[in-house]
Protein backbone atom coordinates (compact mmCIF):
# COMPACT_ATOMS: atom_id res chain seq x y z
CA UNK A 1 0.00 0.00 0.00
CA UNK A 2 2.67 2.16 -0.65
CA UNK A 3 0.94 4.33 -4.35
CA UNK A 4 -0.54 7.42 -3.56
CA UNK A 5 -3.58 7.78 -5.52
CA UNK A 6 -4.59 11.77 -4.30
CA UNK A 7 -2.87 13.84 -2.14
CA UNK A 8 -3.96 17.05 -0.39
CA UNK A 9 -1.92 19.62 0.55
CA UNK A 10 -2.67 22.91 2.16
CA UNK A 11 -5.95 22.87 1.01
CA UNK A 12 -8.07 26.31 2.30
CA UNK A 13 -12.00 26.78 2.04
CA UNK A 14 -12.93 30.32 3.24
CA UNK A 15 -16.53 31.36 2.47
CA UNK A 16 -17.25 34.91 2.71
CA UNK A 17 -19.90 36.45 5.25
CA UNK A 18 -21.64 38.60 4.10
CA UNK A 19 -23.73 41.76 5.89
CA UNK A 20 -26.21 44.85 4.67
CA UNK A 21 -27.70 46.08 1.81
CA UNK A 22 -24.45 46.11 -0.55
CA UNK A 23 -23.53 42.48 0.82
CA UNK A 24 -20.31 43.52 1.55
CA UNK A 25 -17.69 40.79 2.83
CA UNK A 26 -17.31 41.00 7.08
CA UNK A 27 -15.30 37.97 7.20
CA UNK A 28 -14.59 34.60 6.27
CA UNK A 29 -15.60 31.56 7.67
CA UNK A 30 -12.98 29.14 7.57
CA UNK A 31 -14.23 25.79 6.93
CA UNK A 32 -11.45 23.99 5.89
CA UNK A 33 -8.07 25.61 6.86
CA UNK A 34 -4.97 23.66 5.51
CA UNK A 35 -5.57 20.32 5.02
CA UNK A 36 -2.82 17.63 3.87
CA UNK A 37 -2.84 14.57 3.26
CA UNK A 38 -2.00 11.54 1.21
CA UNK A 39 -4.62 8.75 0.35
CA UNK A 40 -3.01 5.64 -1.11
CA UNK A 41 -4.35 2.95 -3.30
CA UNK A 42 -6.92 0.79 -2.12
CA UNK A 43 -6.59 2.14 1.50
CA UNK A 44 -9.44 3.74 3.57
CA UNK A 45 -8.45 7.06 5.06
CA UNK A 46 -11.56 8.19 7.95
CA UNK A 47 -12.14 11.25 9.04
CA UNK A 48 -13.55 12.21 11.95
CA UNK A 49 -14.72 15.10 13.85
CA UNK A 50 -17.53 17.27 15.95
CA UNK A 51 -20.17 19.08 13.85
CA UNK A 52 -19.32 22.00 11.61
CA UNK A 53 -15.33 21.39 11.97
CA UNK A 54 -15.11 21.09 7.69
CA UNK A 55 -15.91 16.93 7.01
CA UNK A 56 -18.13 17.82 4.13
CA UNK A 57 -16.63 20.86 2.86
CA UNK A 58 -13.48 18.85 2.75
CA UNK A 59 -15.41 16.04 0.66
CA UNK A 60 -16.85 18.91 -1.44
CA UNK A 61 -13.25 19.87 -2.08
CA UNK A 62 -11.78 16.50 -3.08
CA UNK A 63 -14.64 15.33 -5.60
CA UNK A 64 -14.26 19.25 -6.93
CA UNK A 65 -18.15 20.01 -6.61
CA UNK A 66 -16.44 23.25 -4.96
CA UNK A 67 -13.24 24.31 -5.35
CA UNK A 68 -10.80 25.56 -2.89
CA UNK A 69 -9.47 29.03 -1.84
CA UNK A 70 -5.97 27.79 -2.08
CA UNK A 71 -4.05 24.68 -1.75
CA UNK A 72 -3.70 21.51 -4.40
CA UNK A 73 -4.83 18.42 -4.95
CA UNK A 74 -3.03 15.69 -7.08
CA UNK A 75 -4.80 12.74 -8.15
CA UNK A 76 -2.82 10.00 -10.55
CA UNK A 77 -0.16 12.90 -10.93
CA UNK A 78 -2.44 15.63 -11.81
CA UNK A 79 -3.09 19.06 -9.94
CA UNK A 80 -6.89 19.25 -10.40
CA UNK A 81 -7.34 22.58 -9.13
CA UNK A 82 -5.58 23.67 -12.19
CA UNK A 83 -7.63 22.25 -14.31
CA UNK A 84 -10.72 23.45 -16.16
CA UNK A 85 -14.04 21.98 -18.65
CA UNK A 86 -13.58 18.85 -20.33
CA UNK A 87 -9.83 18.08 -18.28
CA UNK A 88 -11.81 18.08 -15.36
CA UNK A 89 -14.77 16.55 -16.04
CA UNK A 90 -12.45 13.51 -17.37
CA UNK A 91 -10.91 13.40 -13.52
CA UNK A 92 -13.34 14.17 -11.53
CA UNK A 93 -14.60 10.58 -12.66
CA UNK A 94 -12.42 8.95 -11.22
CA UNK A 95 -13.53 10.78 -7.80
CA UNK A 96 -16.89 10.30 -6.59
CA UNK A 97 -19.41 10.90 -3.52
CA UNK A 98 -21.75 9.29 -1.66
CA UNK A 99 -23.53 11.43 1.02
CA UNK A 100 -25.14 11.35 4.38
CA UNK A 101 -28.87 11.17 4.14
CA UNK A 102 -30.79 8.72 1.47
CA UNK A 103 -33.75 10.36 2.21
CA UNK A 104 -33.21 13.63 0.53
CA UNK A 105 -29.96 12.85 -1.50
CA UNK A 106 -32.53 10.80 -3.96
CA UNK A 107 -34.68 12.70 -6.20
CA UNK A 108 -38.30 11.08 -5.12
CA UNK A 109 -39.74 11.93 -9.01
CA UNK A 110 -37.17 10.22 -10.51
CA UNK A 111 -36.63 6.18 -11.11
CA UNK A 112 -34.52 4.16 -9.64
CA UNK A 113 -33.32 3.74 -12.78
CA UNK A 114 -32.92 7.01 -13.80
CA UNK A 115 -30.84 7.96 -10.44
CA UNK A 116 -28.11 5.42 -10.66
CA UNK A 117 -27.78 5.46 -14.72
CA UNK A 118 -27.62 9.76 -14.21
CA UNK A 119 -23.80 9.42 -14.00
CA UNK A 120 -24.31 8.66 -17.56
CA UNK A 121 -25.80 11.26 -19.00
CA UNK A 122 -22.76 13.56 -18.33
CA UNK A 123 -19.87 10.65 -19.39
CA UNK A 124 -21.94 9.57 -22.19
CA UNK A 125 -19.22 7.32 -23.19
CA UNK A 126 -19.13 4.91 -20.40
CA UNK A 127 -21.82 2.54 -21.21
CA UNK A 128 -22.20 1.52 -25.29
CA UNK A 129 -25.36 3.21 -27.06
CA UNK A 130 -28.72 1.19 -25.57
CA UNK A 131 -25.81 -0.71 -22.86
CA UNK A 132 -27.64 1.77 -20.34
CA UNK A 133 -30.32 -0.18 -18.59
CA UNK A 134 -28.33 -3.24 -18.34
CA UNK A 135 -25.69 -1.99 -16.43
CA UNK A 136 -27.81 -0.16 -14.08
CA UNK A 137 -29.14 -3.47 -13.30
CA UNK A 138 -25.74 -4.86 -13.16
CA UNK A 139 -24.82 -1.94 -10.50
CA UNK A 140 -27.86 -2.61 -8.81
CA UNK A 141 -27.58 -6.42 -8.54
CA UNK A 142 -23.96 -5.26 -6.96
CA UNK A 143 -24.98 -3.49 -4.08
CA UNK A 144 -27.15 -6.24 -3.45
CA UNK A 145 -30.46 -4.75 -4.76
CA UNK A 146 -33.68 -6.84 -6.92
CA UNK A 147 -32.27 -5.65 -10.60
CA UNK A 148 -36.13 -5.80 -11.56
CA UNK A 149 -36.57 -3.07 -9.35
CA UNK A 150 -34.76 -0.34 -11.80
CA UNK A 151 -38.45 1.61 -11.99
CA UNK A 152 -39.33 2.00 -8.71
CA UNK A 153 -39.10 5.06 -7.13
CA UNK A 154 -37.03 6.12 -4.08
CA UNK A 155 -40.36 5.70 -1.41
CA UNK A 156 -40.35 2.25 -2.06
CA UNK A 157 -37.50 1.39 -0.96
CA UNK A 158 -35.82 1.09 3.06
CA UNK A 159 -33.55 3.87 4.25
CA UNK A 160 -30.39 1.49 4.03
CA UNK A 161 -31.87 0.37 0.51
CA UNK A 162 -31.88 3.67 -0.53
CA UNK A 163 -28.18 3.92 0.85
CA UNK A 164 -27.67 1.38 -1.69
CA UNK A 165 -29.09 3.39 -4.37
CA UNK A 166 -26.84 6.31 -3.50
CA UNK A 167 -23.78 3.93 -3.88
CA UNK A 168 -24.66 2.15 -7.02
CA UNK A 169 -25.23 5.63 -8.73
CA UNK A 170 -21.40 5.86 -6.53
CA UNK A 171 -19.63 3.35 -8.68
CA UNK A 172 -21.59 3.81 -11.72
CA UNK A 173 -18.65 5.15 -13.50
CA UNK A 174 -15.93 3.14 -11.84
CA UNK A 175 -14.12 5.11 -9.89
CA UNK A 176 -11.12 5.09 -8.43
CA UNK A 177 -12.02 6.72 -4.91
CA UNK A 178 -14.62 7.01 -3.15
CA UNK A 179 -15.43 10.19 -0.70
CA UNK A 180 -18.24 8.75 1.61
CA UNK A 181 -20.13 11.56 3.55
CA UNK A 182 -21.37 10.06 6.89
CA UNK A 183 -22.73 7.15 4.41
CA UNK A 184 -24.22 5.37 7.34
CA UNK A 185 -25.02 7.81 9.88
CA UNK A 186 -29.05 8.22 9.24
CA UNK A 187 -29.26 4.49 9.32
CA UNK A 188 -30.34 2.05 12.06
CA UNK A 189 -26.95 0.42 13.45
CA UNK A 190 -28.26 -2.94 12.20
CA UNK A 191 -28.43 -1.42 8.67
CA UNK A 192 -25.94 0.40 9.48
CA UNK A 193 -22.90 -2.84 9.70
CA UNK A 194 -24.80 -3.97 6.31
CA UNK A 195 -24.13 -1.26 4.57
CA UNK A 196 -20.64 -0.89 5.57
CA UNK A 197 -19.73 -4.64 5.04
CA UNK A 198 -21.50 -3.85 1.26
CA UNK A 199 -18.92 -0.90 1.34
CA UNK A 200 -15.94 -3.34 2.49
CA UNK A 201 -16.83 -6.22 -0.13
CA UNK A 202 -17.23 -3.32 -2.86
CA UNK A 203 -14.02 -1.72 -2.23
CA UNK A 204 -12.34 -5.30 -2.32
CA UNK A 205 -14.07 -6.27 -5.70
CA UNK A 206 -13.62 -3.49 -7.04
CA UNK A 207 -10.30 -1.86 -5.66
CA UNK A 208 -11.44 1.36 -4.35
CA UNK A 209 -9.80 3.72 -2.12
CA UNK A 210 -12.32 5.08 0.23
CA UNK A 211 -12.15 8.81 2.31
CA UNK A 212 -15.25 7.88 4.95
CA UNK A 213 -16.15 10.86 6.67
CA UNK A 214 -18.17 9.93 10.21
CA UNK A 215 -18.49 11.12 13.58
CA UNK A 216 -18.95 8.20 15.31
CA UNK A 217 -15.47 6.74 15.80
CA UNK A 218 -16.59 2.96 16.12
CA UNK A 219 -17.85 2.77 12.54
CA UNK A 220 -14.89 4.41 11.21
CA UNK A 221 -12.16 2.37 13.46
CA UNK A 222 -14.50 -0.65 11.69
CA UNK A 223 -13.60 0.35 8.33
CA UNK A 224 -10.50 2.42 8.19
CA UNK A 225 -6.91 1.88 7.47
CA UNK A 226 -5.94 5.34 8.96
CA UNK A 227 -8.02 8.20 10.58
CA UNK A 228 -7.65 11.67 10.65
CA UNK A 229 -9.22 14.13 13.33
CA UNK A 230 -10.41 17.25 12.28
CA UNK A 231 -10.58 20.06 14.48
CA UNK A 232 -12.13 23.84 13.09
CA UNK A 233 -11.01 23.13 10.01
CA UNK A 234 -7.62 21.69 10.11
CA UNK A 235 -6.44 17.81 10.67
CA UNK A 236 -4.86 17.54 14.71
CA UNK A 237 -3.81 14.17 14.45
CA UNK A 238 -3.78 11.48 11.89
CA UNK A 239 -2.36 7.86 11.97
CA UNK A 240 -3.04 3.73 11.51
CA UNK A 241 -6.11 2.05 13.59
CA UNK A 242 -4.05 1.44 16.13
CA UNK A 243 -1.89 4.88 16.89
CA UNK A 244 -5.12 6.77 16.77
CA UNK A 245 -7.29 4.33 19.31
CA UNK A 246 -4.35 2.68 21.32
CA UNK A 247 -2.26 5.62 21.73
CA UNK A 248 -3.61 8.74 20.86
CA UNK A 249 -1.46 11.60 21.78
CA UNK A 250 -3.29 14.69 20.84
CA UNK A 251 -5.73 15.95 23.61
CA UNK A 252 -8.72 16.52 21.42
CA UNK A 253 -8.10 12.54 19.72
CA UNK A 254 -8.18 11.34 23.54
CA UNK A 255 -11.62 13.14 24.45
CA UNK A 256 -13.63 12.23 21.48
CA UNK A 257 -12.33 8.33 22.51
CA UNK A 258 -13.54 8.91 25.69
CA UNK A 259 -16.87 9.70 24.34
CA UNK A 260 -17.42 6.85 22.47
CA UNK A 261 -19.88 4.84 24.40
CA UNK A 262 -18.60 1.69 25.60
CA UNK A 263 -22.27 -1.17 24.73
CA UNK A 264 -20.59 -3.59 27.58
CA UNK A 265 -22.11 -2.73 30.85
CA UNK A 266 -18.53 -4.54 32.63
CA UNK A 267 -16.53 -1.80 30.90
CA UNK A 268 -18.73 1.20 31.78
CA UNK A 269 -17.14 3.29 34.72
CA UNK A 270 -13.89 1.78 34.13
CA UNK A 271 -12.63 4.19 31.21
CA UNK A 272 -11.20 7.97 31.72
CA UNK A 273 -13.91 10.42 30.69
CA UNK A 274 -12.17 13.30 29.46
CA UNK A 275 -15.23 16.20 29.88
CA UNK A 276 -14.92 19.23 27.36
CA UNK A 277 -15.38 22.32 28.70
CA UNK A 278 -17.22 25.29 26.32
CA UNK A 279 -19.02 24.58 22.73
CA UNK A 280 -16.86 24.43 19.25
CA UNK A 281 -15.72 28.33 18.36
CA UNK A 282 -16.49 29.93 15.61
CA UNK A 283 -14.54 28.63 12.34
CA UNK A 284 -15.24 32.15 11.34
CA UNK A 285 -13.30 33.65 13.92
CA UNK A 286 -11.07 30.29 15.57
CA UNK A 287 -8.81 31.02 18.57
CA UNK A 288 -5.52 32.01 17.82
CA UNK A 289 -2.75 29.44 17.61
CA UNK A 290 -3.60 26.18 18.94
CA UNK A 291 -7.16 26.15 17.79
CA UNK A 292 -8.33 23.96 20.90
CA UNK A 293 -6.36 25.91 23.47
CA UNK A 294 -9.63 27.32 24.76
CA UNK A 295 -11.17 23.99 25.58
CA UNK A 296 -7.79 21.76 26.37
CA UNK A 297 -7.39 20.45 29.76
CA UNK A 298 -3.71 20.40 29.18
CA UNK A 299 -3.30 23.91 28.03
CA UNK A 300 -0.51 26.66 28.71
CA UNK A 301 0.57 29.91 28.08
CA UNK A 302 2.62 28.75 24.89
CA UNK A 303 -0.33 27.02 23.48
CA UNK A 304 -2.20 30.30 22.89
CA UNK A 305 1.31 32.11 21.42
CA UNK A 306 2.28 29.49 19.15
CA UNK A 307 0.64 26.61 16.23
CA UNK A 308 1.79 23.52 17.17
CA UNK A 309 2.87 21.82 13.94
CA UNK A 310 1.02 18.00 12.56
CA UNK A 311 4.26 16.48 13.02
CA UNK A 312 4.90 13.07 14.16
CA UNK A 313 5.40 12.86 17.81
CA UNK A 314 6.70 9.93 19.82
CA UNK A 315 3.62 7.88 21.11
CA UNK A 316 5.05 5.24 23.37
CA UNK A 317 5.98 2.81 20.45
CA UNK A 318 7.21 4.87 17.33
CA UNK A 319 5.74 8.26 16.41
CA UNK A 320 2.90 9.81 14.42
CA UNK A 321 1.61 12.90 13.55
CA UNK A 322 -0.12 15.29 16.05
CA UNK A 323 -0.16 19.08 16.45
CA UNK A 324 0.08 19.00 20.14
CA UNK A 325 3.05 20.93 22.04
CA UNK A 326 2.43 18.65 24.98
CA UNK A 327 1.66 15.70 22.57
CA UNK A 328 1.93 12.26 24.91
CA UNK A 329 -0.13 8.62 24.82
CA UNK A 330 -2.64 8.04 26.92
CA UNK A 331 -4.69 4.70 26.76
CA UNK A 332 -8.61 5.57 26.77
CA UNK A 333 -10.70 2.34 27.12
CA UNK A 334 -11.13 -0.21 24.82
CA UNK A 335 -13.08 1.33 22.40
CA UNK A 336 -15.75 -0.58 20.98
CA UNK A 337 -16.16 -2.66 17.31
CA UNK A 338 -19.11 -2.65 15.48
CA UNK A 339 -20.11 -6.09 15.33
CA UNK A 340 -20.65 -7.13 11.59
N1 LIG B 1 -21.73 26.98 1.50
C1 LIG B 1 -21.38 27.46 2.70
N2 LIG B 1 -21.41 28.79 2.97
C2 LIG B 1 -21.03 29.28 4.16
N3 LIG B 1 -20.60 28.52 5.19
C3 LIG B 1 -20.55 27.20 5.01
C4 LIG B 1 -20.94 26.59 3.76
N4 LIG B 1 -20.79 25.24 3.89
C5 LIG B 1 -20.33 25.02 5.13
N5 LIG B 1 -20.18 26.19 5.81
C6 LIG B 1 -19.69 26.35 7.18
O1 LIG B 1 -18.43 25.74 7.25
C7 LIG B 1 -18.26 25.06 8.49
C8 LIG B 1 -17.97 23.59 8.22
O2 LIG B 1 -19.12 22.97 7.70
P1 LIG B 1 -19.18 21.44 7.25
O3 LIG B 1 -20.55 21.17 6.73
O4 LIG B 1 -18.04 21.17 6.34
O5 LIG B 1 -18.93 20.69 8.62
P2 LIG B 1 -19.11 19.15 9.00
O6 LIG B 1 -17.89 18.76 9.73
O7 LIG B 1 -19.46 18.36 7.78
O8 LIG B 1 -20.32 19.17 10.00
P3 LIG B 1 -21.47 18.06 10.26
O9 LIG B 1 -20.84 17.01 11.12
O10 LIG B 1 -22.53 18.82 10.96
O11 LIG B 1 -21.91 17.52 8.92
C9 LIG B 1 -19.54 25.29 9.26
O12 LIG B 1 -19.35 26.39 10.13
C10 LIG B 1 -20.55 25.62 8.19
O13 LIG B 1 -21.56 26.45 8.70
S1 LIG C 1 -1.02 22.50 21.94
FE1 LIG C 1 -1.74 22.98 24.00
S2 LIG C 1 -3.89 23.57 23.76
FE2 LIG C 1 -3.24 22.55 21.89
S3 LIG C 1 -3.86 20.46 22.16
FE3 LIG C 1 -1.75 20.59 22.85
S4 LIG C 1 -1.84 21.01 25.04
FE4 LIG C 1 -3.87 21.40 24.19
MG1 LIG D 1 -21.10 17.15 7.26
Known sequence: MSDVILSARDLVKHYPIRSGVVKRTVGQVKAVDGVSFDLYKGETLGIVGESGCGKSTLGRLLVQLERPT??????????????????LRRLRRDIQIV?????????????????????FDIHTDVVPKGGRRRRVQELLD????????????????????????GIARGIALNPKVLVCDEPVSAL?????????????????????????????????????????????GRIVEIGDEEQIYERPTHPY????????????????GKREQIVLSGDVPSPANPP???????????AQDVC????????????????????????????????VHLSS
Do not use: W
Open 70 to 87: SGSLVFDGVDMTQQSGNA
Open 304 to 335: SIEDPALDPRPDGRGAHPSACHFAEPRTIVET
Open 99 to 119: FQDPYTSLNPRKTVGDIVGEP
Open 253 to 268: TQALLSAVPVPDPTLR
Open 142 to 165: LVGLNPEHVNRYPHQFSGGQRQRI
Open 288 to 298: RACRFHTRCFK
Open 188 to 232: DVSVQAQVVNLMERLQDELGLSYVFVAHDLSVVRHISDRVAVMYL
